[in-house]
């Protein structure tokens, strides 16, 4: 019997080692859409899910007011025309047509 419990302990004690490895994904994952975020200056346009970039209705430098539509994100095979969240000028475009993007990305800023 003491033959089978070494396999085991070395089983167990491999267990806690994957688990540490799961748990600090997590978190370098949460941590990279906070940096993001942290430097971004102006209002951000984010993406509220994974999706595609059809168009852009503004461009760099254009005027919008608040609720005017920015962005044109295909997901789940609907388009959905993305909201100015403040009034102000485009600052920066970040993606183009045609590229993937997940939630959370910044897809323009508006200062």
Not at 13 to 36: G, I, L, M, Y
Not at 37 to 46: I, L, Q, S, W
Not at 57 to 76: N, W, Y
Request: glycine share 8%; charged share 20%.
């Amino acid at each position: 019997m003491p033959a089978a419990a070494a396999p085991a302990a070395a089983l167990a004690a491999k267990k806690p080692q994957a688990a540490e490895a799961k748990e600090t994904k997590p978190e370098a994952e949460a941590a990279a859409p906070a940096a993001a975020g942290a430097a971004v200056e102006g209002t951000p346009v984010t993406a509220p899910m994974p999706g595609m970039i059809v168009k852009y209705e503004k461009e760099v430098g254009d005027s919008i007011s608040q609720g005017e539509t920015v962005v044109v994100l295909e997901a789940m095979k609907m388009e959905n025309a993305l909201p100015a969240p403040a009034s102000g000028t485009i600052k920066s475009v970040n993606f183009s047509s045609g590229d993937s993007v997940a939630k959370g990305d910044v897809l323009a800023v508006i200062v």
